[in-house]
Nanobody
Framework: QVQLVESGGGLVQAGGSLRLSCIASGSSFTINTMAWHRQAPGKRRELVAAITDGRSRNYLDSEKGRFTISRDNAKNTVYQQMNSMKPEYTAVYYC???????????WGQGTKVTVSS
């Protein structure tokens, strides 16, 4: 059973930084694409960043240069470093894993990030 557990959310002031972590279990982590999504209050969920098994990265255009996604296959963990944070980054951030064999997506429970102005 695939499980994803996020951590690292919290309250941060505008201009500050946070690093989110997501530990995966129950899957062939190294061959799967990992991603971070977020859902702000009253808004639709959106894809923020993704990293493939080959470490190719994609980002939401508005967050390029501020967010960095990375993975540590030895720890079955994906990270998202967020810098120069803005109040509009306030959201619940979800880690996802797309299984390469089935292309099914699994979601974590989310971690809340609040950026104060």
């Amino acid at each position: 059973q695939v499980q994803l557990v996020e951590s690292g959310g919290g309250l941060v002031q505008a201009g500050g930084s946070l690093r989110l972590s997501c530990i995966a279990s129950g899957s062939s982590f190294t061959i799967n694409t990992m991603a971070w999504h977020r859902q702000a209050p009253g808004k639709r969920r959106e894809l923020v960043a993704a990293i493939t098994d080959g470490r190719s990265r994609n980002y939401l255009d508005s967050e390029k240069g501020r967010f960095t996604i990375s993975r540590d296959n030895a720890k079955n963990t994906v990270y998202q470093q967020m810098n120069s944070m803005k109040p509009e980054y306030t959201a619940v951030y979800y880690c996802t894993e797309r299984l390469s064999r089935t292309e099914c997506d699994y979601w974590g429970q989310g971690t809340k990030v609040t950026v104060s102005s």
